[in-house]
Each structure stands twice: as C-alpha cells, then as structure tokens.
C-alpha cells in the first residue's frame, strides 16, 4: 500500500541539520506514527513521502519554507523580568513556557538587558533547511474514525 491521503503510517526517522549535527530521532523510541494529509507532519515531509510503501527508505532535505518557515522578527518579544515567577536563574538560551492568548507557547530567552527580557518565539528549527533519513515501517488505510478525529487512534496513536 502506497502512502496517500488517510493512511496511517509508522516510519523510524533521524533529523540532521545542515552540519549534520543530529536534532531528533527516533531511535531507541517507538516508531512515529501518523495520519497522512491532515498537517501532522511538516509539508515538505509529507510531500516526500507521497507515494512510497512499506521498506523504503528515503532521504529527504526539506527546506525553511517546506518545514518550519523563516524567522520573523515580530516573534521577539520584550518582557520586563518582574513578570516572571519562580526562583530559578534565568539565563539566555533558556527555554521557558508562556500563557498567551492562543495558549500555551514556548519561548527561548534571547537575551536578558537590565529589566528587559528578549523571549523568542520563532520555532527552534526556523530558517533552517532540515535533513531527514527515514525508514518506512508500515502503511495501512486509516479508519474512519480516525479521519474523523484527524490522528492515530490505538497502539502508537496519541490520544488527545
């Protein structure tokens, strides 16, 4: 069975940067499984995949705007540092969660002025041309409640 619109699809994969510096695996994991063509992957991923089947293995490099877009300056944020809590040090290059109004979001401390906090909240992997080595496990048609929901339900799916 080839991968199209509403499989499910189980793949082993490992991500390099452009330095081949490794980012993410799932090595030593169970494999990634997801419903195509609903947006769960990055769309240059998904387009690779397109079309392949069970035991292939591909390479794919998927560049910014196929994956997580270009960094926006209008994602930098500056916070006064009274607004945080907790007795933890902040330090630049920190990861650190915020509430917004779209909930929940991860930010990285870019810098830290005086009082002033510079948050970023451009994805960590923006503007940057990813490079994926992944192993096709298994391909099999999604059920329909599963396209109903728009992800994996039972083993290896995650239940929202």
């Known amino acids: 069975m080839k991968i199209s619109q509403h499989t499910v699809v189980s793949l082993d994969y490992t991500l390099k940067n452009g330095e ?5 695996t799932s090595e ?8 195509q063509g609903v947006g769960a992957l990055i769309p240059g991923l998904e387009k690779e995949l397109e079309g392949k089947e069970k035991g292939d293995k591909l390479t794919a490099v998927i560049a910014p705007e196929d994956a997580y877009g270009s960094r926006r300056d209008d994602l930098l ?3 006064p540092k009274s ?7 902040m330090q630049e290059g920190m990861q650190v969660q915020l509430d917004t ?23 960590p992997l923006a503007d940057m041309t990813l ?8 391909v099999r048609e999604a059920s329909q409640e599963e396209i ?13």
């Open 20 to 24: 081949g510096e490794l980012l993410d």
């Open 28 to 35: 030593g994991r169970e494999p990634l499984i997801y419903l």
């Open 77 to 79: 944020k500056i916070v």
């Open 83 to 89: 607004g945080f809590k907790g007795e933890e040090e």
């Open 101 to 123: 109004e779209h909930g929940p979001a991860l930010a990285i401390i870019s810098k830290i002025d005086g009082e002033d906090v510079t948050l970023d909240l451009n994805h």
């Open 131 to 138: 490079h994926f080595d992944v192993d096709i496990v298994d």
């Open 148 to 160: 109903d929901h728009g992800h994996v339900h039972g083993p290896g799916g995650h239940e929202h």
